[in-house]
């Protein structure tokens, strides 16, 4: 069973300590952007992902392809464009302790030129799931473009709205979102974006117009350090919240969502895959970089006994 994500990889500069990066001196590299992120996950929980991209033709864009494919990604269609890979930079808890905030250097990227031409259409077409976030949608007008085409193609549907206030406004994020929610198997969502795209922040009140105006089916709602609500078959399915230290919570949500979908496609219960997908979204808080704390079953399922104790 195969799963597709379209969106741009970066590179990611994490400031090896915390504070304003002006005074920040050293940076270390890892590989991330949102949809590959979301792909190591649903690799590590035993299925394959193919992502849909561009990549520079610089060193960025081959260490974008050699981390991939180190981790099981297949990334054979990720084509490489002559504008450079984008990078972002991390500051880590300023202003706000235990938060990140993201400085980018994108515009005009190899991701952004990702185009409908892009969209392998066997590979699409015979995939058990395509998935993509807000992030693609806002990065350019071929993005966009390449996702709704990759969505008229699609047996079935996953969005993580994943709304990035420095990449759009939020009347062009909700109209954008919009276009894309009808009929979608799994929407990821968390209040603010919520109050974007329907004008509602509760869980119960939002996932109520999801379903009215869209027809979602599984509508995962998350809520940072307050865990998740799986809403699925007219019921509501807590997901728990860990206490554990934050070196970076950058990434957290993918990891959530790649973990969720995989195992559950693999026809494991939606209880055993929300405990599962928090499980590895609270590792991956714990270091800097988005993906390589990213558990294995056998690790997650440490982590989960450890927390009964
Ligand atoms: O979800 C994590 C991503 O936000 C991060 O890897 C960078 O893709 C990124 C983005 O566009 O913000």
Redesign the pocket.
Known sequence: MRVVAL????V?LNATSPGPLRYVHMFETHV??????FCVSVVTTGLQCSLLARVGEDEFGKAVIEYGRARGVDVSAVKVDPSPTGV?FIQRHFPVPDRSE?F?Y?KDSAGSKLSPEDVDESLVKGARLVHS?G?TLA?SDSARQAVERAFQLAPRRSV?T?I?PK?WSPERAREALRRVLHGLEFLFVDPVDARIIVGEEDPDAAVRRFREEFSVETVVFKMGERGSRVYVDGKAVAGPSFKVRVEDP?????ALAGYFVGLVLQGRSVEEAIRYASAAATLVVTVRG?TEAVPDLKEASRFLNSQEL
Request: proline share 4%; hydrophobic share 30%.
């Open positions: 969106g741009e990889p970066l990611q991330a952007g949102s949809e590959l992120n972002y993201v980018y994108r976030t992030i990065i993580d994943n990035r990449l950058i990434g957290a949500g993918d988005d």
